[in-house]
């Protein structure tokens, strides 16, 4: 098991790392999610009955987009650098590799729907009190994004338009924890909880069970060619 997480932990590291040097991903990311709230909030009309309605997809919209753009850096970071065929030559599993990429992605998008929630709720006139119920539903989505995403932003980087076939590949097969998470988000915005909730919630953890099981294979397929 350590054999296994050391290098899991190893490229965790090397990532956020990379980040806080660079500040590539994370900042991105934020300022396109802001902009895509920003824009939603000019172009409609932020009544708390509309808000109740449309909030949950329009955060969405904005984690999402972002999420996509931060995957389109990740890999092709690695590339540009030589990085990725260095990682393959490296003595250890691709699980190991996918593993660490996937968690670097997870923290990464995890910051920015940090700082972007409060911001949103502020300008939509959302109450802060249901962050301790959103926390679970954002948790669980992020890791099924994150967990897809690598395996699709891997296979998209030795694309030659990468940053049009990665949402392309990506989008279609997401969207079952895109449904899970606006509903969730819905619920708890609008304070029904109770049943409605615990019902999103044991979907997402199942997706995400299948994603972890599904996709560190299909990465090894992927880098294999």
């Not at 300022?31 to 920003?38: A, C, D, P, R």
């Not at 808000?51 to 690695?78: D, K, N, Q």
């Not at 990725?84 to 593993?99: E, H, K, N, S």
């Not at 995890?110 to 926390?135: C, D, G, K, R």
Request: glycine share 8%.
């Amino acid at each position: 098991m350590r054999s296994f997480l050391s290098p899991v932990l190893a490229l965790l590291w090397k990532d956020v790392v990379l980040e806080l040097r660079t500040k590539d991903i994370v900042v991105s990311v934020l300022l396109f999610s802001l902009l895509v709230i920003v824009i939603f909030n000019f172009a409609i009309d932020p009544t708390p009955q509309r808000v109740a309605v449309v909030a949950p997809g329009i955060l969405w919209v904005a984690f999402i987009f972002g999420g996509v753009l931060g995957l389109t850096r990740s890999f092709a970071l690695e590339k540009e650098h030589g990085n990725l065929q260095g990682l393959l030559l490296t003595p250890v599993g691709r699980d190991a590799i996918f593993f660490g990429k996937m968690l670097g992605i997870f923290v990464f998008m995890s910051v920015v729907e940090a700082i972007t929630y409060p911001i949103f709720a502020v300008m939509f006139n959302l109450s802060l009190t249901v962050v301790p119920e959103l926390i679970p539903v954002a948790l669980l989505a992020t890791l099924g994004i994150a967990t897809v995403g690598t395996v699709f932003s891997a296979m998209a980087v030795n694309t030659r338009s990468r940053e049009v076939m990665l949402p392309l590949l990506f989008l279609p097969v997401v969207i079952p924890v895109i449904v899970g998470a606006v509903e969730a988000t819905g619920v708890v915005i609008r304070g029904e909880g109770g049943s409605d909730l615990v019902r999103w919630i044991p979907l997402l953890a199942a997706f995400d069970a299948v994603f972890l099981v599904v996709c560190p294979f299909a990465f090894n397929m992927v880098v294999e060619e």
